[in-house]
């Protein structure tokens, strides 16, 4: 596509539920990033693919927290019995796979944890 | 030593004038040196990088001043305009392995008509 697509835009759950967070990245960007925003604050880094695999994880929170990519394609987020702490804006990046590009950012998921 | 740090928290500048936004970083290893520009709802946009063998690079209205001894770099956005209210964030990254951004906490940038 166009752009980098993330789903849903918003999303409200209950503490202790599972969420699912899904990111389409621009066609044929190989790198793909997870960023977490919190009121206030700067982004985080969550995660990396290259591909399908994920050779830097160092940013997941807790083990509550996983990713995968398929096709080299899609990606989804999952964080599992949520809590009130996870409520951010989780954003989702792509790039081709070369330094001198920088990211190009979806608008987000805003998630909150009632 | 992973941290940028930017300043200020929040910038308030009248229409046509210089807005300028600070960061510093610890990890000479850091070799490429994003800013991204972020409206309300959207996602974070690059506006303009440098790699730190130039001093200086300059797009339009928009230009990043590097010091790689004093490990500094700032933003210098000239003739503001309203438009440009956003939050302005920095980053650094190491552009050897997987291109992971550390980012700084942003600067809120509003530009009076």
């Known amino acids: 596509g166009a752009g980098v697509s993330q789903s849903p835009s918003n999303k409200v759950t209950e503490k202790g539920k599972d969420v699912e967070l899904r990111c389409d990245p621009i066609s044929g960007h190989t790198a793909l990033y997870w960023y977490r925003q919190s009121l206030g604050q700067g982004l985080e880094f969550l995660i990396y693919f290259q591909g399908n695999s994920a050779p830097d994880k160092s940013g997941l929170p807790s083990d509550r927290f996983s990713a995968e990519r398929t096709g080299g394609s899609v990606s989804t987020l999952t964080i599992q019995r949520t809590q009130q702490e996870d409520s951010a804006v989780y954003l989702c990046?792509?790039?081709?796979?070369?330094w001198g590009y920088g990211y190009t950012f979806g608008s987000g998921t805003r998630l909150t944890v009632v | 030593q992973q941290q940028v740090k930017q300043s200020p928290q929040s910038l308030i500048v009248q229409k046509g004038g210089i807005s300028i936004i600070n960061c510093a970083y610890e990890?000479?290893?850091?070799?490429?040196f994003p800013w991204y520009q972020q409206f309300p709802g959207k996602g974070p946009a690059l506006l303009i990088a440098i790699r730190p063998d130039v001093s200086e690079k300059k797009e339009g209205r928009f230009t990043i001043s590097f010091n790689k001894s004093a490990k500094q770099f700032s933003l210098h956005i000239m003739d503001s305009q309203p438009g440009d209210s956003a939050t302005y964030f920095c980053a650094a990254s190491i552009t050897s392995g997987t291109y992971k951004y550390i980012f700084g906490t942003g600067t809120r940038l509003k530009v009076l008509a």
């Open positions: 990890n000479t290893a850091f070799d490429y």
């Open positions: 990046a792509s790039s081709l796979d070369t």
